[in-house]
């Protein structure tokens, strides 16, 4: 373990931010990570639990006590093997991941958890550093070649553990860059892309190749995958977005988060935005902006409508505010309900919870404001409140009510696989193989709307699946 007495001797402390006024300047990452000092501290907090609650916690069930202990140790290569032993991008989740490991570390119970994020992203920032992070070329090659469509971290993760199996490996993409989510949802103040440049180099040297450019359904067929290739992994994800069905949705200051924030990082990426995009190009400069929906998508346009100088930041939500804390004792060690304020809330915008829109108010032909009502909520039924019918401006109104599930036109009209009724891709968290032969599913795809460290664990389990279908039998871990 870190230092038996440690969690008694040592406050947990959080890595910190930027000032606001500064970090607003940019759209470069903010946070100011720990020194190896402190974070030596950090990590001789954990206490080696008999029965490691935040090993269940983290999806790819990393092996955090072990990697804690190692770097209390001073010994931060070993650390990394442990860490890169279950998850093959610790940057990104280091980052980016809410981290449910530390809502269900011991120490939560009844004082403040270890700083497992800030740890494994310190181990792996760390390990580039230095130069420890090598291509895994597989010694040799089975002969077997497998699709992967899709590069978010699902196929990512895939297209990485079956390359290291010794599979020919091809990721199709149909944006311009890899990524997924990472790259064009996910704003580089939360996590640079260079970090995703990085893994791809990493992974063509293990022999993945990646086809940009390519949607499979429409620029490249289905069929002819099924054809040439030994197997085919469907790594799309959930990118159906909820849209608002009220009177004035139409119009063109309604629109939704995706588009705002890929714009935004293709303009960080130095990409001329309005050539890109379909309907223009789209900012939220000296706007009144209402973003609707309390969630991360909703939080991020918060953040980018703030760094773009919006004139005013409001984001509603249709659930009623949680609670400031949670009961520990009910919900431990599980993922609380709770209010969580991010950092983008912290840099202003007012919020405001069980607001329903009914209308967007129009003027000249365009936005000008935004009609609502307050809600109250009985169980799962909401019910109007009388009188408490109120107005917002609003020049731009950005949609981030969450995902439906994936697209059904192209891909998966063509590959004909069986569907859940979530509307996702029906498979099991066994074989994650679909209905149709030799074909499977994994990440958002198969699951709906959920995190990148799930997507990382689903990629890795479905490699394993396809890896076993393939050769009869598996050395990957799931
Ligand atoms: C704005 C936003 C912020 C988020 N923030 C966080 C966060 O902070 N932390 C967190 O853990 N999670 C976050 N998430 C959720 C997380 O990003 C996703 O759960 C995760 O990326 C899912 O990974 P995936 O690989 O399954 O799918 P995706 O990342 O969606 O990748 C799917 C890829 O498949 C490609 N594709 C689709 N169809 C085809 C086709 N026919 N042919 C070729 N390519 C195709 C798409 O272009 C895309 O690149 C956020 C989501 C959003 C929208
Ligand atoms: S991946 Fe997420 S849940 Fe797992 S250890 Fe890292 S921060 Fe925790």
């Known amino acids: 373990m870190g230092k038996e007495t440690g969690f008694l001797e040592f406050e947990r402390e959080e890595r910190t931010y930027a000032d606001p006024q500064e970090r607003l300047k940019h759209y470069k990452e903010f946070v100011v990570p720990h020194d190896e000092a402190a974070l ?16 269940n916690g983290c999806p790819v069930n990393n092996i955090i006590p072990d990697w804690n202990h190692l770097v209390y140790e001073d010994d931060w290569r070993n650390a990394l093997e442990v860490l890169h032993s279950t998850n093959n991008f610790p940057e990104f989740t280091g980052r980016i991941c809410p981290a449910p490991c530390e809502a269900a570390c011991t ?20 390990g580039f550093k230095e130069g420890w992070v090598k291509p895994q070329v597989p010694e040799k090659q089975t002969g077997k070649s497998v699709a992967v469509i899709g590069s978010g971290p699902a196929g990512l993760a895939c297209a990485q553990q ?10 199709f ?20 892309k260079h970090l995703i440049n990085r893994r791809a180099v990493q992974m063509e040297a293990e022999g993945v190749q990646f086809k940009t450019g390519a949607e499979v359904g429409v620029e490249v067929s289905f069929a002819a995958l099924k054809e040439n290739f030994d ?28 588009e705002f924030l890929t714009q935004q990082n293709k303009r960080n990426a130095g990409d001329d935005e309005v050539r890109a995009a379909p309907r223009g190009s789209l900012t939220a400069t000296g706007k009144d902006v209402i973003v609707i929906g309390g969630g991360d998508t909703g939080s991020d346009c918060v953040g980018t409508s703030n760094r773009q100088g919006a004139k ?28 969580r304020t991010s950092s983008s809330h912290e840099e202003g915008a007012d919020r405001d919870w069980a607001v329903l829109a009914k209308r967007v108010i129009e003027e000249g032909g365009d936005v000008s404001g935004l009609e609502c009502v307050r809600i109250e909520w009985e169980g799962r039924e909401m019910k109007e409140v009388a009188g408490s019918e109120f107005i917002l401006p609003a020049d731009l109104i950005l949609l981030a009510m969450g995902f439906t599930g994936p697209l059904k036109r192209g891909l998966l009209d063509r590959a004909g696989v069986e569907l859940c009724e979530r509307g996702n891709v029906k498979a099991d968290e066994r074989r994650y193989a679909t209905s149709e032969p030799n ?36 050395e990957l871990p799931r």
């Open 40 to 55: 030596q501290k950090q990590a001789a907090r954990c206490m080696n639990c008999g029965i490691p609650y935040c090993h």
């Open 439 to 474: 074909v499977y599913a994994c990440g958002d795809m198969r699951r709906g709307q959920s995190l990148v460290v799930w997507a990382i664990r689903e990629g890795r389990q479905a490699a394993r699946a396809v890896d076993e279908a393939l050769m009869g039998k598996s």
């Open 107 to 126: 120490l939560n119970i009844v004082d403040a958890p270890v700083t497992i994020k800030s740890i494994e992203c310190a181990i792996i920032d760390r």
């Open 173 to 192: 993409e149909k944006s311009d860059r890899i990524g997924g989510l990472l790259r064009y949802g996910i704003p580089d103040f939360k996590m640079e």
């Open 162 to 171: 079956l390359a290291r199996a010794g599979h020919a490996v091809t990721v």
């Open 312 to 339: 005013s930041v409001t984001q509603l939500e249709i659930m009623p505010k949680p609670p400031e804390k949670e009961d520990k004792l009910m919900t431990w060690p599980n993922w609380p309900m709770k209010l």
């Open 231 to 258: 197997a085919v992994v469907l790594a799309g994800g959930a990118e159906d977005a909820r849209k608002l069905d009220v009177p004035g949705a139409e119009l063109p200051g309604v629109r939704l988060a995706m």
